[in-house]
C-alpha cells in the first residue's frame, strides 16, 4: 500500500509540474516557491513535535521545562 501511495504521489507530482514549469526548465519564482513552501512545512513540524513531546513526556521538551532560568 505505502508504495503504490508513493508512486501515485510522484506520478501525480510530476503531472502537476509539468504544468507549471516552463519548456526550458528554468523558473526562479516556482524554486522560490518550493523553499518558501520546505519552510513552512519545517516550521509545522517543529511546532507539532513539540508540543507533542510536552504533551507526551517524550525528548528533551520536559527537560528544558524543569529548568529554570538560572540553568538556562
Known amino acids: 500500500?505505502?508504495?503504490t501511495t508513493f508512486n501515485l504521489a510522484y506520478v501525480l507530482g510530476v503531472v502537476l509540474a509539468s504544468r507549471f514549469i516552463p519548456d526550458d526548465g528554468r523558473s526562479p519564482a516556482l524554486l522560490g516557491v518550493a523553499a518558501?513552501?520546505?519552510g513552512c512545512l519545517a516550521v509545522g513540524y517543529?511546532?507539532?513535535?513539540?508540543?507533542?513531546?510536552?504533551?507526551?513526556?517524550?525528548?528533551?521538551?520536559?527537560?528544558?521545562?524543569?529548568?529554570?532560568?538560572?540553568?538556562?
Open 1 to 3: 500500500m505505502n508504495d
Open 36 to 38: 518558501v513552501g520546505f
Open 46 to 72: 517543529a511546532v507539532a513535535g513539540g508540543r507533542w513531546a510536552r504533551e507526551t513526556g517524550i525528548g528533551g521538551a520536559h527537560l528544558a521545562a524543569a529548568m529554570t532560568v538560572v540553568e538556562r
